[in-house]
């Protein structure tokens, strides 16, 4: 059993990186307005939009108008969203009648969801309509991702070109984003999920007589839509309350393999494009091989703590490597295992097992991903600037070791890129710490933990990890649907989205502005294995120093006590 879990973490790696360098090469295609062979569907569909909307697809921006434009656009998309929550009675595709949703939880979802966080505070099936589900949620499923992707791109143009002052159009990039990626993965995913038994209509629910008398309300809805861009685009929002685990989201082990391959897939080959934007695909390899390794390091972990499971669970006399308890009893353990470790790994926070019910060590790892900046492949677009800011940040330790001004793609790392690059690593680790410690020391934060000690205190320090990490998974044992933490974890949601995307489109216009100098034989390799060893090693050490006693508080203490030391 143990050798055929191996064999298929092996087997999705294989096939994760088999589809990511092809991917990769042609969004770098798409992105440097190269040809590819779909121009003939797409371009036309392009042409429309900005004829439609006044864009000039010739005209860019420097980082600030790119900026700025990103801030409106998501700015309306967050109000619309809102209210669309709040008027959801007097709308249509409504068959439940919901009323409208409470301010508090109104402004915590619209702010999850514009951030491609997808935090949900509440049960899909029992809240929200059909309309705010596809008008609202869906399409920001939709555009955030899509934000994350400009970004990325935005700063690959900062780094790659030579003394400009522009680093692209926001809505070009965004549209480009949808129309030529989104869009189409999207829509083959649906169509295998719904061939594979996921549910796709507007029907109203159906309420059945059991076999014992008693009486069961079947949700139905457009889910398999929303599933399809949910995994594709990291964003992780499910239609029911059991997310990936509800057999109407994810109902065969085909399709489980699938959402899992969709989560990281993105994400995957955008290192790729990254190379062939910046014109050396070593560059994009390493940034990959850097991003696996520590992957691989992580599902290991996490799955031998699952796979040996709770000696106090063993001495019950419960047979088996492992309790099942909040697990995906359909796939087994190691799907369990894998699907924590994958959608923590990205900005996903879909789920087909409850964190809450992983072991302590196993639960930690899942915390510490997000912790990490979630650069371990990471979300749609975020996940690679992320590393990027922590590559940026290893040239310039590395040129402080040596006594050499640090230099990355010729040009010079100097004080404020660094100081962009330090608010990056700060605002969401702050926004982790003081929130978590709030919440530990006020009653309207110790009231909902359902369980006391050490993993209670993980439920909270986990919810503003997920939060300010824009994951959007969380320890099911923590009540999160109370003002407090619609309030406390929304901010901490915008903190962590635009925190780090404005820093880092900043250092896009400061080294796109640069003169890139030749390599020189003091240039510190930024393409071999020793350069890939660091990288790791800087975003590990970073994270351990800031949030170790946050986890030894936590998880670390409650594998001891498990343990019985």
Not at 31 to 37: A, L, R
Not at 175 to 197: H, N
Request: proline share 5%; with cysteine; aromatic share 10%.
């Amino acid at each position: 059993m143990r050798t055929m879990d191996i064999l298929q973490i092996l087997l999705y790696v294989l096939i994760l990186t088999g589809l990511a360098v092809p991917l990769g090469r042609y969004m770098a295609k798409v992105f440097s307005g190269e040809k590819t062979w779909v121009d003939p569907l797409f371009r036309p569909i392009e042409k429309l939009i900005y004829r439609l909307t006044g864009t000039d697809e010739q005209t860019e921006m420097g980082w600030k108008h790119y900026a700025g434009s990103l801030l409106i656009f998501n700015l309306c998309g967050m109000i619309f969203l809102f209210l669309l929550q709040l008027l959801q009675g007097y709308l249509p595709l409504n068959p439940q009648g919901f009323g409208a949703v409470s301010p508090d939880l109104a402004f915590n979802t619209a702010a999850s969801f514009i951030t491609n966080t997808n935090w949900q505070a509440y049960a899909g099936e029992s809240t929200m309509s059909y309309l705010v589900q596809m008008a609202g949620l869906t399409v920001q499923n939709f555009v955030s991702a899509a934000t994350g992707i400009a970004v990325v791109i935005a700063l690959t143009r900062g780094l790659a070109r030579k003394t400009s002052s522009t680093i692209g159009n926001f809505w070009v990039d965004l549209t480009r984003s949808i129309v030529w990626i989104l869009l189409p993965l999207s829509i083959i995913g649906a169509l295998i999920l719904t061939q594979q038994g996921a549910i796709q209509n507007l029907s109203s629910y159906l309420h059945l007589a059991t076999l014992d008398g008693g009486k069961q309300t079947i949700a139905m809805g457009p889910v398999a839509s929303q599933e399809a861009i949910k995994m594709i685009g990291t964003n992780g929002g499910g239609f029911f309350n059991a997310n990936s685990a509800h057999p109407f989201e994810n109902p065969t082990p085909l399709t489980n393999f699938l959402q899992m391959l969709f989560i990281l897939l993105i994400p995957a080959a955008l290192p790729f494009t990254f190379g062939r934007m910046v014109g050396n695909l070593k560059q994009g390899r390493v940034i990959f091989a850097t991003m696996l390794g520590l992957f691989l390091i992580f599902v290991g972990v996490t799955y031998s703590s699952e796979i040996f499971g709770n000696p106090n669970v063993t001495a019950l006399g419960i047979s088996g490597s492992s309790a099942m308890e909040g697990k995906e009893v359909r796939f087994g353990i190691a799907n369990s295992a894998l699907f924590a470790t994958i959608t923590t790994a990205a900005s996903c926070g879909a789920v087909n097992a409850m964190h809450d019910s992983l072991t302590p060590l196993g639960g930690m790892i899942p915390m510490l991903q997000m912790m990490l900046g979630e650069v371990v492949f990471g979300g749609v677009g975020s996940g690679l600037y992320g590393m990027l800011i922590f590559v940026i940040l290893t040239v310039f330790i590395v040129g402080l070791m040596v006594g050499r001004t640090p230099e990355y793609l010729g040009k010079k790392i100097e004080s404020r890129e660094m100081k962009m690059a330090t608010i990056v690593i700060l605002a969401p680790a702050t926004t982790i710490l003081v929130g978590s410690a709030i919440a530990s020391v006020i009653k309207a934060g110790t009231s909902s933990i359902l369980n006391p000690g050490p993993h209670g205190l993980s439920e909270i320090i986990y919810a503003f990890t997920s939060a300010a990490a824009n994951n959007g998974s969380a320890f099911a044992g923590l009540n999160a649907n109370t003002p407090f933490y619609n309030i406390a974890i929304g901010i901490a949601i915008l903190i962590g989205r635009f925190g780090i995307i404005l820093p880092a489109l900043a250092i896009a216009g400061s080294m796109v502005k640069k003169k890139a100098v030749p390599e020189g034989p003091g240039t510190f390799q930024t393409t071999g294995i020793l350069f890939g060893g660091l990288l790791a090693g800087i975003v590990i050490i970073v994270s351990a120093l800031t949030f170790f006693p946050a986890l030894a508080l936590g998880p670390i203490v409650e594998h001891l006590i498990m343990i019985g030391r």
